[in-house]
């Protein structure tokens, strides 16, 4: 068994830009998560200027420079928009040609006609965790929200029964498998390998949605027994299209990037031989940016020229893709500016102590640190972020798989329990048309079991990798 217990930082460690002990790093830590949580949800701040001004806050209390603290902020921030931000872009556009395109209603339609009855819950769990890989949670919550209360109403099913595994089949995507901003910000922030940690993270997260899916969706029915909405159901994006795409070439091309790492990261831990050819050609074809840029040139011909888009159409199309993802990349670059200032003074050294003295394992310590600023500050994005600045030191020695299941360690933690002062809480109970009880209930249980579900399951796989 690989121990994933924390070591001591290399002699080479970078020098902290100041000289504070581990008790005023610890207060400059909760001062600066303080700070970040309380512009949150007190004065409504965007996140970004939150994840500024706490880092500013943090340097200040752990009495570092300000030039200096500045310096590590805009260094994290261009690092982390340079690794990722490209990423997030073709991955929003390619999830907007799914949706513009009829493609996402393609892969809906045809699953669910070949769904009934028991089968039902399990079709939406699939369809969600298909449509789910390209798309945002926001968004993929919009497309998904139509069809399962269309469902409920005509096949005369519990909304729970349906609702549930659609709901799983989003967050498990949206908090573990890249290129989701908070899994690609992780695997940046602690150098895990992309493909190693898509393929864990896809163990993880078949059993994960299957428990807090179709399993859990059973429970819930019992406990909140409600028809869905007739005013909530909207149009579907399809709707005013002539054509859509086929199904197979849909799910091929939503598939695309990800069989390509993954083929990247079997060639690499199989051939394990930089000057293979075939290892060469497949850690070109399976880096991120080439398998996203990839499916996006593909899906260009097999959604948009399916669907009859015009070149215009295709050009707006991605154009309007990128306009909504400006705020998502100024949080991740915020995020990535807050880790390198934890970095930087010195608190990564302090956890490093901390877990030594307390025997706290990395994997455990990354899901409490993960989940206790999810529930400060609601966001899965913004806990992923902050939990992998602080954890970073952790990952120094450790293998390949090791780092990965930290990574997952981290998304799940940012899953768990749902609550008021997450928008999430609210989309799904304005949709729903539930109260908050009902809400809490259903939405705030189901993410609480993909947390507690994921972290297992993370922690069984550390035991034999």
Same mark, same amino acid.
């Given at each position: ?244 795409? &086929? ?8 598939? /695309? ?31 991120? $940016? ?108 450790? &293998?390949?798989?090791?780092?990965? /299941? ?30 908050? &009880? ?24 550390? $035991?034999?990798?």
């Amino acid at each position: 068994m690989t121990s994933l217990s924390v070591e001591v930082l290399a002699a080479d460690a970078v020098e902290p830009i100041t000289s504070a002990g581990n008790a005023q790093l610890g207060i400059a830590v909760l001062a600066g998560i303080a700070v970040i949580v309380l512009l949150i949800t007190k004065f409504k701040l965007h996140a970004f200027l939150a994840l500024t001004i706490g880092s500013l806050a943090l340097g200040a209390f752990a009495g570092a420079p300000l030039a200096a603290t500045i310096d590590s902020f805009t260094a994290g921030l261009g690092k982390t928009v340079a690794g990722v931000g490209v990423l997030i872009a073709l991955g929003a556009i390619l999830g907007k040609l799914l949706a513009d395109s009829g493609g996402a209603d393609q892969i809906v339609d045809t699953i669910l006609a070949r769904a009934s009855g028991r089968s039902m819950p399990w079709a939406m769990v699939l369809i969600a965790s298909v449509i789910g890989l390209p798309l945002f949670f926001e968004v993929g919550i919009v497309l998904l929200i139509p069809v399962v209360l269309l469902v409920a109403k005509r096949g005369n099913y519990s909304l729970m029964r349906i609702g549930v595994p659609a709901l799983a089949g989003l967050s498990v995507m949206h908090g573990l498998i890249p290129p989701h901003p908070g899994p690609l910000v992780a695997i940046d922030a602690l150098g895990a390998d992309l493909g190693v940690t898509l393929a864990l993270g896809v163990l993880v997260a078949v059993p994960t949605v299957i428990i807090a899916g179709p399993l859990f969706s059973r429970y819930a029915a019992r406990w909140v027994d409600i028809p869905a909405p007739e005013n909530m159901i909207p149009t579907r994006p399809s709707e005013d299209l002539e054509k859509r795409p &086929g199904f197979a070439a849909t799910v091929v091309t939503v598939l /695309l990037p990800v069989v390509l790492m993954l083929v990247k990261a079997l060639v690499d831990i199989v051939v394990d031989n930089p000057d293979n050819a075939v290892q060469k050609v497949t850690d070109v074809i399976g880096s991120p $940016l080439i398998a996203l840029l990839a499916a996006v040139i593909v899906g260009l011909f097999t959604l948009g020229r399916a669907a009859g888009f015009t070149k215009e159409r295709l050009s707006s199309t991605v154009e309007k893709s990128l306009a909504p993802i400006a705020g998502v990349l100024m949080i991740v670059g915020a995020g990535g500016g807050f880790k390198q200032t934890l970095i930087d003074v010195g608190v990564g050294q302090m956890i490093l102590d901390f877990s030594k003295n307390w025997s706290i394992p990395a994997l455990l310590l990354a899901w409490l640190i993960a989940v206790a600023i999810r529930l400060a500050t609601g966001s899965a994005t913004v806990a992923t972020i902050s939990a992998a600045g602080l954890v970073a030191p952790l990952a120094e020695g450790m &293998g390949t798989s090791e780092t990965a /299941l930290l990574v997952l360690a981290i998304g799940a933690g940012s899953l768990f329990f749902s609550h008021v002062n997450d928008a999430g809480f609210w989309l799904v109970k304005e949709y729903f048309g539930m109260s908050v &009880g009902q809400t809490i209930k259903t939405w705030s249980v189901m993410e609480t079991i993909i947390s507690v579900v994921g972290i297992v399951f993370v922690l069984l796989l550390s $035991l034999v990798l």
